[in-house]
T-cell receptor, first 115, second 108 residues
């Protein structure tokens, strides 16, 4: 599968500040990446589909103005949690894949804690 | 949203085969069956996938019923490191949605 790098792995921020999470495709040009969120003891929830050169597609119930996604290059997608609040504390994970014949490759995740 | 159903938890003795079932009640002809697992606090990991035929790789075997409405992931000799949450899915090639998964605990 593809090789994905996600960072930071952990971040603690103060309430009201913004946090940027990066997801990089290291071995191929990804036109599409995906962002997930996972709360403790729950499954992963798809937040949005990141499209290179165009606007992201958000899942129902996900605030696009709060979770800003930028996919400016074929190897980098970023998720910015704006004006973070404690309820945004979660595990955020990106993913991508080269083609349908392969499985999705996931980043190692970012543990966000808002205090 | 996820279209598969799995038992919430299973136990397996170390060294024995772990058989994890999945129901794909709404799967269509062009949808692949994929399996992933997530070890605690890590990103999910791809295990195996198939369309109609049974598949085997270095990690596991995948058995798909003839009507494709169910599949079984087989870990032939479970180890403690296989303790994880296992997810199955029908893959249309577009968005990917996770179900609730099966939490497998391998017992020494």
């Amino acid at each position: 599968g593809a090789v994905v790098s996600q960072h930071p792995s952990r971040v603690i921020c103060k309430s009201g500040t913004s946090v940027k999470i990066e997801c990089r495709s290291l071995d191929f040009q990804a036109t599409t990446m995906f962002w997930y969120r996972q709360f403790p003891k729950q499954s992963l929830m798809l937040m949005a589909t990141s499209n290179e050169g165009s606007k992201a597609t958000y899942e129902q119930g996900v605030e696009k103005d709060k979770f800003l996604i930028n996919h400016a290059s074929l190897t980098l997608s970023t998720l910015t949690v704006t004006s973070a609040h404690p309820e945004d504390s979660s595990f955020y994970i990106c993913s991508l894949r080269r083609g349908r014949a392969e499985g999705y490759t996931f980043g190692s995740g970012t543990r966000l804690t808002v205090v | 949203d996820a279209k598969t159903t799995q038992p919430p938890s299973m136990d397996c003795a170390e060294g024995r085969a772990a058989n994890l079932p999945c129901n794909h009640s709404t799967i269509s002809g062009n949808e692949y069956v994929y399996w992933y697992r997530q070890i605690h606090s890590q990103g999910p990991q791809y295990i195996i996938h198939g369309l109609k035929n049974n598949e085997t790789n270095e990690m596991a075997s995948l058995i798909i019923t003839e009507d494709r409405k169910s599949s079984t992931l087989i870990l032939p000799h479970a180890t403690l490191r296989d303790t994880a949450v296992y997810y199955c899915t029908d893959d249309t090639g577009n968005q990917f949605y996770f179900g609730t998964g099966t939490s497998l605990t391998v017992i020494p």
